[in-house]
């Protein structure tokens, strides 16, 4: 692969996987993802722009991905495996923004560890994540359950929300209502192991 291809492919790689996990929102000094290729596959070279490169892509990606889910669930004194999805967001990086503030979010974190189904934690780090919102717009889910929608609490019954936030792999979905982009970001819960 051609050394601009190879940068390019790790960078869009990257930015969709191992930038969108956390544990505790703080980084490491040796927090890195390295790639080589040393042309002893001897395949054809592969330039961007053409369709091995978007094919090499998406399977990095997806190696990646698979990689930072099993860091999530490794994590020091997890217990949950969460993913928040954001979608429907006026910009790739709107939706970036949200879903990562959520996942970074020690109160959320908290909430998952309890299993407290408080979804006025997940609303408020997308309120402050400088992503653009519209409160009357923003709907949010907890597993399938509806529990914000103009504005304000979708009566449920806390029972099956409880059962949710008991779960060991937790899915928070936010619908900003805003335009057609979305973003995913994973994270753990933060036990009384990690502390």
Same mark, same amino acid.
């Given at each position: 692969?051609?050394?601009?291809?190879?940068?390019? =492919?790790?960078?869009?790689?990257?930015?969709?996987?191992?930038?969108?996990?956390?544990?505790?929102?703080?980084?490491?000094?040796?927090?890195?993802?390295?790639?080589?290729?040393?042309?002893?596959?001897?395949?054809?070279?592969?330039? @961007?722009?053409?369709?091995?490169?978007?094919?090499?892509?998406?399977?990095? @990606?997806?190696?990646?991905?698979?990689?930072?889910?099993? !860091?999530?669930?490794?994590?020091?004194?997890?217990?949950?495996?969460?993913?928040?999805?954001?979608?429907?967001?006026?910009?790739? @990086?709107?939706?970036?923004?949200?879903?990562?503030?959520?996942?970074?979010?020690?109160?959320?974190?908290?909430?998952?560890?309890?299993?407290?189904?408080?979804?006025?934690?997940?609303?408020?780090?997308?309120? *402050?994540?400088?992503?653009?919102?519209?409160?009357?717009?923003?709907?949010? *889910?907890?597993?399938? @359950? !509806?529990?914000?929608?103009?504005?304000?609490?979708?009566?449920?019954?806390? =029972?099956?929300?409880?059962?949710?936030?008991?779960?060991?792999?937790?899915?928070?979905?936010?619908?900003?209502?805003?335009?057609?982009?979305?973003?995913?970001? *994973?994270?753990?819960?933060?036990?009384?192991?990690?502390?």
């Amino acid at each position: 692969i051609a050394p601009n291809a190879l940068r390019e =492919a790790l960078d869009k790689a990257v930015q969709k996987t191992f930038n969108m996990i956390t544990i505790d929102g703080d980084m490491s000094t040796n927090d890195m993802v390295l790639v080589l290729a040393n042309g002893m596959a001897q395949n054809k070279k592969i330039v @961007e722009k053409t369709k091995e490169f978007r094919t090499f892509t998406k399977v990095l @990606e997806t190696i990646f991905l698979t990689i930072s889910k099993k !860091m999530i669930q490794d994590a020091e004194g997890a217990t949950k495996f969460v993913e928040i999805l954001v979608k429907n967001a006026q910009s790739k @990086e709107d939706a970036q923004m949200a879903a990562k503030s959520v996942a970074s979010s020690s109160l959320v974190k908290c909430a998952l560890f309890g299993s407290d189904p408080n979804w006025g934690r997940i609303a408020a780090a997308i309120g *402050y994540s400088g992503a653009h919102v519209d409160p009357w717009k923003m709907m949010i *889910y907890l597993g399938r @359950e !509806m529990v914000l929608r103009n504005g304000g609490r979708v009566k449920q019954n806390a =029972a099956q929300l409880n059962r949710v936030f008991a779960q060991k792999n937790i899915k928070i979905t936010v619908d900003l209502g805003l335009g057609k982009y979305h973003g995913s970001a *994973y994270t753990c819960d933060l036990s009384t192991n990690y502390v």
